[in-house]
């Protein structure tokens, strides 16, 4: 996604945004597809869904995962690193509230506006919140204090007590864990709490080592790669 991303966006003016906002809305239901195929067992499934605040017809966030009383809620949104974070070192705090800070306020605010409304939430305690990007903010703790500062300060759901950003490629790590059976939410429990928090990749390698493709990410890639083979021989 990374790599093709930045391909398609070369086609375009720079100040031209309709392809890549297309883009993003390919890549919001990549990730509700692949959450969907990944919840089995005792993981639940939550499509997005709109609901209604006062005359507004609001839309909620992009899927969301339940286990018990543990809700995990996905915003998936198909930024990448500002170029001039990458290239000159700037523009940092504009890219961790584009990549993590709205995105998490977004979702939160969501989640508080239809909390006591929607069924499928009755009886949650807890709930995490992902911002899943085709890359992350890196694990520096300066910036992570600012950031879950904010948070804490504007979040309006009280269950919500965890939040991150993650890449896609660890976002699909994480699915994969879920396909094994393993509890996803004690995991991001622990992660969160860390006194300095290591990209979450590096994280789940030191605790599960072999990290596969997920099914769907096999079925797809097959299908792909027969198709390119067709074409070709």
Same mark, same amino acid.
């Given at each position: 996604?990374?790599?093709?991303?930045?391909?398609?966006?070369?086609?375009?003016?720079?100040?031209?945004?309709?392809?890549?906002?297309?883009?993003?809305?390919?890549?919001?239901?990549?990730?509700?597809?692949?959450?969907?195929?990944?919840?089995?067992?005792?993981?639940?499934?939550?499509?997005?869904?709109?609901?209604?605040?006062?005359?507004?017809?609001? #839309?909620?966030?992009?899927?969301?995962?339940?286990?018990?009383?543990? /809700?995990?809620?996905?915003?998936? #949104?198909?930024?990448?690193?500002?170029?001039?974070?990458?290239?000159?070192?700037?523009?940092?705090?504009?890219?961790?509230?584009?990549?993590?800070?709205?995105?998490?306020?977004?979702?939160?605010?969501?989640?508080?506006?239809?909390?006591?409304? #929607?069924?499928?939430?009755?009886?949650?305690?807890?709930?995490?919140?992902?911002?899943?990007?085709?890359?992350?903010?890196?694990?520096?703790?300066?910036?992570?204090?600012?950031?879950?500062?904010?948070?804490?300060?504007?979040?309006?759901?009280?269950?919500?007590?965890?939040?991150?950003?993650?890449?896609?490629?660890?976002?699909?790590?994480?699915?994969?864990?879920?396909?094994?059976?393993?509890?996803?939410?004690?995991?991001?429990?622990?992660?969160?709490?860390?006194?300095?928090?290591?990209?979450?990749?590096?994280?789940?390698?030191?605790?599960?080592?072999?990290?596969?493709?997920?099914?769907?990410?096999?079925?797809?890639?097959?299908?792909?790669?027969?198709?390119?083979?067709?074409? /070709?021989?």
């Amino acid at each position: 996604f990374e790599k093709i991303f930045w391909l398609i966006r070369d086609c375009y003016p720079e100040d031209d945004s309709r392809a890549m906002a297309f883009f993003g809305r390919l890549f919001e239901r990549y990730i509700q597809d692949a959450t969907k195929d990944a919840c089995i067992n005792d993981y639940i499934y939550i499509d997005e869904f709109q609901f209604q605040v006062k005359k507004n017809k609001l #839309k909620s966030s992009d899927a969301y995962i339940r286990k018990g009383k543990d /809700l995990l809620v996905v915003e998936a #949104k198909g930024f990448s690193v500002l170029v001039d974070c990458m290239s000159k070192t700037e523009k940092i705090e504009n890219n961790n509230k584009k990549l993590f800070v709205t995105p998490i306020l977004q979702a939160d605010n969501c989640l508080d506006k239809s909390f006591d409304s #929607k069924k499928e939430f009755k009886g949650v305690e807890e709930a995490f919140i992902i911002s899943v990007t085709l890359d992350n903010i890196n694990a520096v703790p300066n910036y992570y204090n600012d950031i879950h500062r904010e948070i804490d300060e504007k979040k309006k759901c009280e269950s919500v007590n965890y939040y991150f950003n993650f890449s896609i490629e660890e976002y699909e790590m994480l699915l994969y864990l879920i396909e094994q059976g393993i509890d996803i939410f004690s995991m991001l429990r622990e992660y969160f709490s860390q006194g300095v928090l290591s990209p979450f990749s590096n994280y789940i390698r030191e605790r599960v080592p072999d990290i596969n493709m997920t099914r769907f990410m096999e079925r797809n890639y097959k299908a792909a790669s027969d198709e390119m083979k067709r074409i /070709l021989w």
